[in-house]
């Protein structure tokens, strides 16, 4: 097969009997396994020396884009520089090396820590108590989501079958709701993006479990009517949701506890800097008020009287269990030591300087980019494409473009309240000077827009993959070596 270097898979290099070593069988202890379990056919794998390997894996790594390569303004992802140190701890054989069944009294440390973190997050969230156990931004809400089916159900409140979500949310939202059992609702936004509280009033009736919402929202908009908000829908007896997506701006300034938030979780690899993308790893810890502490799932780490820390397991609690352990330990040490690192006086400093960053970038481009909600903004705000849509160069076209100009993409076509949406989300840890280099691409190809569309509309040139089919590669992915021999 003859495929260009960065395409080339590990297999493209076998030849038979090629070996990174031999093992001396002379001296090898090889267990004695019953004849049942050997297997009868020698496993399909690649047959390659050991510099082929350590090449190829070196040149395929340097085809990936990270936030360590370069800047990464993917909207509504919080794409932060990751402090090194956080690696160091979380990579620390005292953390590393211990295993979540082994007796609590050998993991006193590792527990204290997870302790600390709870109440920390519940200090941010403004939260009652916190499990750390989800995975993930949406195991997070489904979790959440959960503890509020739990309540109702606790409640005999069983004709709330609704979540009502606004039209501008994260489609993990209602994805969420869905899988967990409810319907979903939708609700208008205002010209302004703002959830559009008259809509919200109509729909909220004894039907209603929860309202779902974002704040700042996916515009990058302040929600100004949450009082308001939260007391109507308190008043039909539903439970407001926060998605701690955009928590960002918020952190040390304002609580979603204190807006009237009921039940909560954060992406700790979006805010508290824990390195993500490629589909993890990731945390979606889960905070709730006052009042709904025993509908969290089990186990969770507690403090005992002589001070030593102990693990719950109280599995008779309405939700059991959402994960094996106690959840992504790695992750949660990295985000506890962010969060000691930073300080109350660091952490309240994030916000203003990640929405100064944001507002930068959009008052720099705003003369050639369509803003549909005028600023200012918190930490990201939404362009609808291109002011002068006369050369047919779409939000897609643009986002190819950067990658030759080595940035990452912005979020494109998301929220749909656009057709064109470009979602910029600069985060606080860039300089200037980076900023700048940003925006100075960005009005480029806005003049190439107009000078050369075409070099636009045909772009990336520079990258070593161009414009893969992603519907294609989603519908039918070829996950074998045999399937693309074959094909
Ligand atoms: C990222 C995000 C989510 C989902 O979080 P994951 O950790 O990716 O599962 C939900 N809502 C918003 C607004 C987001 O940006």
Known sequence: MNRQLYEKLIFDYSRPGRRGFFFNEGNAQMPSLPDGLLRQTPPQLPEVDEPTVVRHYNNQSTNNFGVDTGFYPLGSCTMKYNPKVNDLLASDPGFAAIHPKQPTATMQGALKLYYELQQSLSEIGGMSEFTLNPYAGAHGELTGLMVIHAFHDHNKDFARTKVLVPNSAHGTNPASAAVCGYEVVEVNSLPDGTVDVDDLRSKLDNTVAAMMMTNPNTVGMFEKHIPEIAEAVHAAGALLYYDGANLNPMLG????????????????????????????????????????????????????????????????????????????????????????????????????????????????????????????????????????????????????????????????????????????????????????????????IAVEAIDSPEVVKEAPHLTPAVRPDDTEAALHPIVTYSELCNQ
């Open 253 to 444: 300034i304002a609580r979603p506890g204190d807006m009237g938030f009921d039940v909560m979780h954060i992406n700790l690899h979006k805010t508290f800097s824990t390195p993500h993308g490629g589909g993890g790893p990731g945390a979606g810890p889960v905070g709730v008020r006052k009042g709904l502490e025993q509908f969290l799932p089990a186990p969770r780490v507690v403090k005992l009287a002589d001070s030593s820390f102990d693990i719950d397991q109280h599995n008779d609690t309405a939700l059991g269990r959402i994960s094996s352990n106690l959840g992504n330990y790695a992750v949660l040490i990295r985000a506890w030591a962010y969060i000691l690192t930073m300080g109350c006086d660091g952490l309240a400093h994030v916000g203003p300087l990640a929405t100064l960053n944001a507002n930068y970038v959009m008052h720099r481009l705003k003369d050639l980019y369509l803003l549909p909600i005028p600023g200012p903004c918190k930490h990201e705000f939404v362009f609808d494409g291109l002011i002068d849509k006369s050369t047919g160069v779409t939000t897609l076209n643009i986002a190819k473009r950067l990658l030759d100009m080595g940035f990452h993409a912005p979020t494109i076509y998301f929220p749909l309240l656009f057709h064109e949406s470009l979602m910029i989300e600069p985060t606080e840890t860039e300089s200037l000077d980076t900023l700048d280099t940003f925006c100075d691409a960005m009005r480029q």
